[in-house]
């Protein structure tokens, strides 16, 4: 009886901690100016916000891309905001280029992908989230 209790608790706890938290963006932190790597420019605003939680790739930075280029290396619980032009853009997540031991080789963090179109002086909010059965991803959001 004992050890179905302990399994049990092992495993809510593995359910549990496995998985990422949402950020509210006013309590983000923004990222600091030593790890944004491309300033944007243009009348329109696409904010990410990574969410916290540290086993789903919360001990390496995520580097964020817009259209290939990337635009900053964030950290779980930090916040960007990147000025763009109008249009059709792909944004994405990869692995951290500039980190070392396992981050540098970008195990577990495929890049992901994915489109958006925005307007002249739209803002619009992505998320990055994650689970170990999908790892880190992003994705549009309402918070």
Same mark, same amino acid.
């Given at each position: 009886?004992?050890i179905?209790?302990?399994?049990?608790a092992?495993?809510?706890? *593995?359910?549990?901690?496995?998985?990422?938290s949402?950020?509210?963006p006013?309590?983000? #932190?923004?990222? !600091?100016?030593?790890? %944004? /790597?491309?300033?944007?420019?243009?009348?329109?605003?696409?904010?990410?916000?990574r969410?916290?939680?540290?086993l789903?790739?919360?001990?390496c930075?995520?580097?964020?891309?817009?259209? *290939?280029?990337p635009?900053?290396?964030?950290?779980?619980?930090?916040?960007?905001?990147? #000025?763009?032009? !109008?249009?059709?853009h %792909? /944004?994405?997540?990869?692995?951290?280029?500039?980190?070392?031991?396992?981050?540098?080789?970008?195990?577990g963090?495929?890049m992901?992908?994915?489109s958006?179109?925005?307007?002249?002086?739209?803002?619009?909010?992505?998320?990055?989230?994650?689970?170990t059965?999908?790892?880190?991803?992003?994705?549009p959001?309402?918070?």
């Amino acid at each position: 009886m004992k050890i179905n209790i302990l399994v049990f608790a092992a495993t809510l706890i *593995g359910l549990t901690g496995c998985s990422t938290s949402a950020v509210d963006p006013l309590q983000a #932190k923004p990222i !600091p100016a030593a790890r %944004i /790597l491309t300033n944007g420019t243009g009348e329109s605003v696409i904010t990410v916000t990574r969410d916290n939680g540290w086993l789903v790739g919360g001990g390496c930075f995520v580097e964020v891309i817009i259209d *290939g280029k990337p635009y900053a290396r964030i950290d779980t619980g930090e916040l960007i905001s990147i #000025k763009t032009n !109008p249009g059709r853009h %792909i /944004l994405g997540i990869s692995g951290d280029s500039q980190g070392k031991g396992l981050c540098g080789a970008k195990i577990g963090q495929p890049m992901k992908e994915t489109s958006t179109q925005i307007t002249v002086g739209e803002t619009q909010r992505f998320r990055i989230t994650g689970d170990t059965n999908t790892g880190l991803d992003i994705r549009p959001s309402s918070i």
